[in-house]
Nanobody, 115 residues
Framework: QVQFVESGGGLVQSGGSLRLSCEAS????????MAWYRQAPGKEREFVAR???????TYRDSAKGRFTISRDNAKNTVYLQMNTLTPEDAAIYYC?????????WGQGTQVTVSS
């Protein structure tokens, strides 16, 4: 059974940093690209960053230079280091495989950025 447990969110001031973690289970983690997504209130869920099985990374334009995605295959965990946060980054952050295995999403982790 596929599961994602996201953690590390919280309240931070504008310009601050957070490190998100997502522990995955129920599939062969090292065989999948992984990605982070986010959803702000009243908005569609959107792509944030992706890391391939071998470590190549891509980011949405607004995240380039501020966010870093990484993975630890031994721990079945993907990370998102977020620096220089702005109120526009406030959202619930989720991880998932690329491509999706099924329609399941974890509970996400809430990121709140005060101005």
């Amino acid at each position: 059974q596929v599961q994602f447990v996201e953690s590390g969110g919280g309240l931070v001031q504008s310009g601050g940093s957070l490190r998100l973690s997502c522990e995955a289970s129920g599939f062969i983690f090292s065989s999948y690209d992984m990605a982070w997504y986010r959803q702000a209130p009243g908005k569609e869920r959107e792509f944030v960053a992706r890391i391939t099985r071998v470590g190549f990374t891509t980011y949405r334009d607004s995240a380039k230079g501020r966010f870093t995605i990484s993975r630890d295959n031994a721990k079945n965990t993907v990370y998102l280091q977020m620096n220089t946060l702005t109120p526009e980054d406030a959202a619930i952050y989720y991880c998932n495989t690329v491509p999706f295995i099924n329609t399941y999403w974890g509970q996400g982790t809430q990121v709140t950025v005060s101005s």
